[in-house]
């Protein structure tokens, strides 16, 4: 027993020794603009992913009430997490009481409480991608399977998970390289991409039944598949990433009644944000003939069905952006938050736009800014 107590001692001491060796970084406060007379909305965070590799995934929060921005609230709040968020977030989601991030090359996903970002629990995917939620479950897909370029992949799932206990409860095969999904009418829509195994992408979207949670179909819509976002009347929006040569990124419309590609709008996108009968999408296609990017901010309205305009940003500070990263509108105020990820090392910036495009505040954020959700207030 002596002997196990000092066992214990020393274990205690090695992790202090051990978190002495990383520096805790401090939670940094910026005034950004005036408090908000919003009593809807608390604010926001923002995932900023961090390179691959470098483990450097932090969250920042932006506390509409006061007007400040918070940069690198986890650490801080959370001090016993000594590698803190891990390695590359890919996507956040507020559900019930609950914080979602998932950190994708780190194979796990963050559950946080949703008012002061503190860790409550966590579990295990393998090169989880995005999350989704439905009756009391979490949805998740997963590429499952290694981080690399493999032309013998293997096909992807996503996994359901208990929002109580957070366990997997079941798990279903989708196509290849799955990436982010949408619920209704009892079914979970799946974007598959293929992307490891480039050339040859997965091109279709799975249909996969909540109840038996099987695969019911497979929809082909295009190569390289991406965002799903989900309109007020049923209809599906889905990206295609093309193949950065000369397949072009594009966007295209299902309809979950049928499950019919109806629709292609014939525009890039990279994001796309519904906010009322307007989606919301920027572009930055890459192309590998000329090593550039392609820039344009576009509003598509979804009820009268047409682009209503290819530059939401109308002040000339879309100059300012070099490489637009995420997307979101806010549920009340309409204002348009875009992100900048720089170089993709070094600190990225948010900026603030007014509903008709002008700019109204910038902000330093973590490196590689990219995925937003809003705080509701009680």
Known sequence: MKEQ???????????AACRGEIPLIQEEEENVSPPSGDKTVAGFYLLNEGNMG???????????SKGQYHRNIYAERNPSIVKELGDVGNDIAVYGSKLYA????????????????????????????YITFGKGKAYVSSYAGPVQIDPNARPGKV??????????????????QPEEMVITDGKLYVANSGGYRVPNYDKTI???????????KKINVAINLHRMRLDNYGNIYVTSRGDYY??????????????????????????????????????SEFSKYTNEYTVNYTIYDVK??????????????????????????HPVTSEIFVSDAKDYVTPGRLYCFSPDGKQKWTVTTGDIPAHIVFLMNK
Request: negative net charge.
């Open 102 to 129: 998932v950190i994708n090359c780190s194979n796990y996903v963050e559950v946080m409480d949703a008012r002061t970002a503190k860790h409550i629990g966590s579990f295990e995917v393998q090169n989880c991608r």
């Open 159 to 176: 996994v359901e998970v208990d929002t109580v206990n957070f366990q997997i409860q079941r798990e279903v095969t989708v196509g290849y």
């Open 54 to 64: 470098s483990n450097k995934a932090s969250l920042d929060y932006f506390d509409s």
């Open 246 to 283: 000369d397949v072009h990124s594009n966007v295209y419309v299902i309809n979950s009644k049928t499950d019919l590609v109806t629709s292609v709008l014939d525009f890039p996108a990279n994001e796309l944000w519904v906010h009322g009968d307007s989606l919301y999408a920027y572009s």
């Open 206 to 216: 799975s249909v996969i039944d909540l109840a038996s949670f099987t695969e019911t």
């Open 304 to 329: 009268k069905r047409k682009v209503m305009t290819k530059n939401f940003i109308t002040d000339g500070s879309d100059k300012e952006i070099d490489i637009p990263y995420a997307l979101a509108v």
């Open 5 to 15: 107590v000092l066992y214990f001692l020393l274990l205690l001491v090695l992790f």
